[in-house]
């Protein structure tokens, strides 16, 4: 694809910068094309602040995403803004205001006094038990509660490698922001009181990571059969080809499904089942990227430098792995990036319907599941806040892959 | 007795008669070989197909033999594992994997029969009926709807690329210039929001989408629609006593578009990015600018060219747009509530763990699949000269 930006692209190289553009290295030329594309940049600015936040949520989040940072006194509760001024008077430091619930009243000994089905009549009729009368809240204008920033607050691992085997566990309890009393709810909680902000910032990084994990062993998956077919070529080439081929032709959400029913029949902890959805995502998806590299094996195969490392002694996996796999490295880490949102996709189907990770796991897929519930669609449309930074999220991968591609492709500056 | 013969095997000597029959033309045509060799690779594909559908299968927790046995204990029997010991031998599921999927192989292509559900305890093929019709109708309405919004959308983009948003042409005069440039910022425009909206068709899942649409039904305060009939006329027939029913007919169709656009749109998206990429590939080419050299412009210079070459390609997809399109059928399924093949298949791979139901409904679409690609492939070899040329030598 061809813009008009990198076509302008091409004609100031040619007058200004003659040698330092024909002896640049591939990766500085798709750089250099990358930072020209005014969209691609920005959506790689939003996306690297989203990934960022989502990295450090524990530090950007105010209250635990867990069920104890829940706020039992402020169930289902609406989003707390923050302003800077009221009819009281300007302030240069935001403020909140305090929220409080009505506390049902239900009267349980009324109800067992009389024993009637009367009074269950009257009680269920009252409307205290409606969805609509739990949403309730009073906002009390008159005692602001200013936003703290760097406040204390729950402990967190900032950065933990000991699952590396590394004795590395950086742990802090300062979080960006706090209010003086309470708790600030920006997206308001949901049906246990957890909040939805914290949440969505800590789910941001779970799909990533199981979107990484999944993207390596992908990646790994496809050079094995990509490179054994094209480097062997014949037989091999043709059974691999074959089966590839099959792959292909079945459509990859039910095999995903098939797989993740499997797996929720194995008895799993939560991390061991988060990676093995990953690793099922990842290994079946070979079939696009393992074609494209054999074909390209197929021709580079025969080029002199290959000819040359047989006669130096190579064996032929040396070959794969430090001749031609390197050939095709900027093609590889584009399609990789390309990939990333279908990856996402894969893995939040999968939660949406239950199969993935589930419910005391935050992923965007499980967040998104909730958004199915009439519930939430009519009294708590504030949950859809996981719902924007998703769509956000892959907007910003998408227009990044996009102009990735347009930028490591050698003939888009031809014109 | 012959025609018992010929009824449990007629779907092997259509097979044969079909081979047959390329064959013998494939003595005097090289097109005919080719053909041959297609229908070959297709039907050794597909029996690649069965097997790795049939052996995912295998993961599904539990078998048919345990389902059966755990229905009759819910009947006030006493079960043992004896039991279900001998139940597996008379199902013949002890028999190992490789002789399980002969058989079913083999039934498949003597009859056409695609197994047995256990789930529903009926054979798969009346499970399900005319589901599969129901769920191919949907996708190739989806592909309908994505190709005709794509395709000439696609090529408008591919041609808005690299113009300017105002007339500067110093050829043409004053009122010239400002009736171009509308045009042209009116195209520009129109480029712009369609990407917007294509883009928004990548990143927007399509359980979402249905979801958001339903939404907005909830909040109008409408009923909203899912399924494919609303209650009133589910049970009635298509045929009442005064003919025809239109209304149902209205009905079904203020329903249907859902769905349509619901799986419509990604595939649009993903369509529009396509086109798009191909017209644009195909107008930097050496022959365009020959065309252009030679005094073709304008829109002669664009259908007659980028366009004519880009459109086989495009054609050569259809196969895997209709996978793609299938691939996000059952999650909108579920949300939309239909009842097709889509859901079924749902249902057997996450409630009830039917494996030949699930294995079948897998084999039929990569069939669909398989056939269109064999269909695709040989129309554009008999039709385009470049393909003729590359697979005929």
Same mark, same amino acid.
């Given at each position: 694809?061809?813009?008009?930006?990198?076509?302008?692209?091409?004609?100031?190289?040619?007058?200004?910068?003659?040698?330092? /553009?024909?002896?640049?290295?591939?990766?500085?030329?798709?750089?250099?094309?990358?930072?020209?594309?005014?969209?691609?940049?920005?959506?790689?600015?939003?996306?690297?602040?989203?990934?960022?936040?989502?990295?450090?949520?524990?530090?950007?989040?105010?209250?635990?995403?867990?069920?104890?940072?829940?706020?039992?006194? /402020?169930?289902?509760?609406?989003?707390?803004?923050?302003?800077?001024?009221?009819?009281?008077?300007?302030?240069?430091?935001?403020?909140?205001?305090?929220?409080?619930?009505?506390?049902?009243?239900?009267?349980?000994?009324?109800?067992?006094?009389?024993?009637?089905?009367?009074?269950?009549?009257?009680?269920?009729?009252?409307?205290?038990?409606?969805?609509?009368?739990?949403?309730? /809240?009073?906002?009390?204008?008159?005692?602001?509660?200013?936003?703290?920033?760097?406040?204390?607050?729950?402990?967190?691992?900032?950065?933990?490698?000991?699952?590396?085997?590394?004795?590395?566990?950086?742990?802090?309890?300062?979080?960006?922001?706090?209010?003086?009393?309470?708790?600030?709810?920006?997206?308001?909680?949901?049906?246990?009181?957890?909040?939805?902000?914290?949440?969505?910032?800590?789910?941001?990084?779970?799909?990533?990571?199981?979107?990484?994990?999944?993207?390596?062993?992908?990646?790994?998956?496809?050079?094995?059969?990509?490179?054994?077919?094209?480097?062997?070529?014949?037989?091999?080439?043709?059974?691999?080809?074959?089966?590839?081929?099959?792959?292909?032709?079945?459509?990859?959400?039910?095999? /995903?499904?098939?797989?993740?029913?499997?797996?929720?029949?194995?008895?799993?902890?939560?991390?061991?089942?988060?990676?093995?959805?990953?690793?099922?995502?990842?290994?079946?998806?070979?079939?696009?990227?393992?074609?494209?590299?054999?074909?390209?094996?197929?021709?580079?195969?025969?080029?002199?430098?290959?000819?040359?490392?047989?006669?130096?002694?190579?064996?032929?996996?040396?070959?794969?792995?430090?001749?031609?796999?390197?050939?095709?490295?900027?093609?590889?880490?584009?399609?990789?990036?390309?990939?990333?949102?279908?990856?996402?996709?894969?893995?939040?189907?999968?939660?949406?319907?239950?199969?993935?990770?589930?419910?005391?796991?935050?992923?965007?897929?499980?967040?998104?599941?909730?958004?199915?519930?009439?519930?939430?669609?009519?009294?708590?449309?504030?949950?859809?806040?996981?719902?924007?930074?998703?769509?956000?999220?892959?907007?910003?991968?998408?227009?990044?892959?996009?102009?990735?591609?347009?930028?490591?492709?050698?003939?888009?500056?031809?014109? | 007795?012959?025609?018992?013969?010929?009824?449990?095997?007629?779907?092997?000597?259509?097979?044969?008669?079909?081979?047959?029959? #390329?064959?013998?033309?494939?003595?005097?045509?090289?097109?005919?070989?080719?053909?041959?060799?297609?229908?070959?690779?297709?039907?050794?594909?597909?029996?690649?197909?069965?097997?790795?559908?049939?052996?995912?299968?295998?993961?599904?927790?539990?078998?048919?033999?345990?389902?059966?046995?755990?229905?009759?204990?819910?009947?006030?029997?006493?079960?043992?594992?004896?039991?279900?010991?001998?139940?597996?031998?008379?199902?013949?599921?002890?028999?190992?994997?490789?002789?399980?999927?002969?058989?079913?192989?083999?039934?498949?292509?003597?009859?056409?029969?695609?197994?047995?559900?256990?789930?529903?305890?009926?054979?798969?093929?009346?499970?399900?009926?005319?589901?599969?019709?129901?769920?191919?109708?949907?996708?190739?309405?989806?592909?309908?709807?994505?190709?005709?919004?794509?395709?000439?959308?696609?090529?408008?983009?591919?041609?808005?690329?690299?113009?300017?948003?105002?007339?500067?042409?110093?050829?043409?005069?004053?009122?010239?210039?400002?009736?171009?440039?509308?045009?042209?910022?009116?195209?520009?425009? #129109?480029?712009?929001?369609?990407?917007?909206?294509?883009?928004?068709? #990548?990143?927007?899942?399509?359980?979402?989408?249905?979801?958001?649409?339903?939404?907005?039904?909830?909040?109008?305060?409408?009923?909203?629609?899912?399924?494919?009939?609303?209650?009133?006329?589910?049970?009635?027939?298509?045929?009442?006593?005064?003919?025809?029913?239109?209304?149902?007919?209205?009905?079904?169709?203020?329903?249907?578009?859902?769905?349509?656009?619901?799986?419509?749109?990604?595939?649009?998206?993903?369509?529009?990015?396509?086109?798009?990429?191909?017209?644009?590939?195909?107008?930097?080419?050496?022959?365009?600018?020959?065309?252009?050299?030679?005094?073709?412009?304008?829109?002669?210079?664009?259908?007659?060219?980028?366009?004519?070459?880009?459109?086989?390609?495009?054609?050569?997809?259809?196969?895997?747009?209709?996978?793609?399109?299938?691939?996000?059928?059952?999650?909108?399924?579920?949300?939309?509530?239909?009842?097709?093949?889509?859901?079924?298949?749902?249902?057997?791979?996450?409630?009830?763990?039917?494996?030949?139901?699930?294995?079948?409904?897998?084999?039929?679409?990569?069939?669909?699949?398989?056939?269109?690609?064999?269909?695709?492939?040989?129309?554009?070899?008999?039709?385009?000269?470049?393909?003729?040329?590359?697979?005929?030598?």
């Amino acid at each position: 694809m061809i813009s008009s930006v990198l076509a302008r692209f091409g004609k100031k190289v040619e007058t200004s910068q003659d040698e330092s /553009y024909y002896t640049a290295g591939q990766l500085a030329l798709i750089k250099a094309r990358f930072t020209r594309k005014a969209s691609g940049v920005i959506a790689g600015w939003v996306l690297v602040s989203i990934i960022l936040m989502g990295f450090f949520a524990p530090f950007f989040s105010p209250i635990d995403p867990t069920i104890r940072g829940a706020d039992a006194e /402020y169930r289902r509760g609406a989003p707390q803004a923050f302003f800077f001024w009221d009819e009281q008077g300007a302030s240069l430091r935001p403020f909140t205001y305090t929220y409080t619930k009505d506390k049902p009243k239900i009267n349980l000994r009324a109800l067992l006094g009389s024993g009637g089905l009367d009074a269950l009549d009257a009680f269920t009729s009252s409307g205290a038990l409606s969805a609509s009368a739990q949403n309730k /809240y009073n906002v009390d204008r008159g005692q602001r509660r200013y936003v703290q920033f760097f406040v204390k607050g729950w402990e967190y691992s900032l950065i933990d490698f000991s699952m590396a085997g590394l004795d590395l566990d950086l742990r802090w309890d300062r979080h960006l922001f706090g209010v003086e009393q309470g708790d600030i709810h920006l997206m308001g909680t949901d049906e246990d009181g957890k909040d939805v902000f914290s949440r969505t910032l800590h789910a941001v990084w779970v799909t990533v990571s199981i979107a990484i994990v999944a993207l390596i062993v992908k990646l790994f998956s496809s050079l094995l059969v990509g490179g054994v077919s094209g480097y062997f070529g014949g037989r091999v080439d043709a059974v691999l080809m074959s089966f590839t081929e099959a792959v292909r032709v079945i459509p990859s959400i039910p095999v /995903y499904l098939a797989c993740a029913v499997a797996l929720s029949s194995m008895d799993l902890t939560a991390v061991q089942r988060y990676f093995a959805i990953a690793v099922v995502i990842g290994a079946l998806d070979f079939a696009t990227l393992g074609r494209r590299l054999r074909t390209h094996i197929l021709t580079e195969r025969n080029q002199d430098y290959v000819l040359a490392a047989q006669l130096c002694g190579s064996s032929g996996w040396r070959i794969i792995w430090r001749h031609l796999i390197p050939s095709f490295t900027s093609y590889i880490i584009v399609d990789t990036l390309i990939n990333f949102p279908y990856v996402i996709l894969a893995e939040t189907s999968l939660s949406f319907l239950g199969l993935g990770l589930t419910e005391p796991v935050n992923s965007l897929g499980v967040l998104l599941q909730k958004a199915q519930d009439p519930d939430i669609q009519q009294n708590m449309i504030w949950q859809f806040f996981p719902v924007l930074v998703f769509v956000i999220l892959i907007m910003a991968f998408v227009f990044v892959g996009d102009a990735l591609r347009d930028a490591a492709d050698p003939y888009s500056e031809k014109k | 007795m012959i025609a018992d013969f010929f009824t449990n095997t007629w779907l092997l000597w259509i097979l044969l008669s079909v081979a047959g029959l #390329l064959f013998w033309r494939s003595r005097s045509s090289q097109y005919f070989h080719y053909v041959l060799n297609r229908y070959l690779l297709a039907l050794m594909t597909l029996l690649i197909v069965s097997g790795i559908v049939f052996s995912l299968m295998e993961v599904l927790p539990g078998d048919c033999a345990e389902k059966y046995i755990a229905y009759k204990s819910t009947q006030g029997e006493m079960i043992t594992q004896a039991d279900i010991a001998a139940e597996r031998s008379r199902m013949g599921l002890d028999r190992s994997l490789i002789v399980r999927w002969s058989s079913w192989i083999t039934d498949l292509t003597l009859k056409g029969d695609l197994g047995f559900s256990c789930a529903k305890r009926q054979s798969v093929n009346i499970a399900l009926g005319d589901r599969f019709w129901m769920s191919f109708g949907f996708c190739i309405a989806g592909l309908v709807f994505a190709y005709v919004i794509a395709v000439p959308f696609g090529i408008l983009s591919a041609y808005m690329i690299n113009k300017p948003w105002l007339d500067t042409n110093p050829q043409h005069n004053q009122k010239q210039r400002w009736i171009n440039s509308i045009g042209l910022s009116f195209n520009k425009l #129109l480029d712009l929001k369609l990407r917007i909206i294509s883009y928004l068709g #990548l990143a927007l899942p399509n359980f979402l989408l249905a979801l958001s649409i339903i939404l907005l039904y909830v909040f109008a305060g409408e009923p909203v629609p899912t399924g494919l009939f609303s209650d009133q006329w589910s049970a009635e027939p298509w045929f009442g006593v005064n003919g025809f029913q239109y209304a149902k007919l209205t009905d079904f169709l203020s329903h249907i578009w859902l769905p349509i656009f619901v799986i419509g749109w990604a595939a649009t998206a993903l369509q529009l990015q396509t086109v798009r990429a191909l017209v644009v590939d195909e107008s930097n080419k050496l022959y365009v600018d020959a065309a252009r050299a030679r005094g073709v412009h304008g829109m002669s210079l664009w259908v007659g060219y980028p366009v004519r070459h880009s459109i086989s390609p495009l054609f050569n997809s259809i196969g895997f747009d209709f996978q793609r399109v299938f691939n996000d059928l059952p999650i909108v399924a579920v949300v939309i509530g239909l009842t097709d093949s889509a859901a079924l298949l749902i249902e057997a791979l996450a409630m009830t763990n039917d494996q030949e139901m699930a294995a079948a409904i897998l084999f039929l679409v990569a069939l669909v699949v398989i056939s269109m690609n064999f269909i695709t492939d040989i129309v554009l070899a008999a039709v385009d000269p470049r393909v003729r040329k590359s697979v005929l030598g």
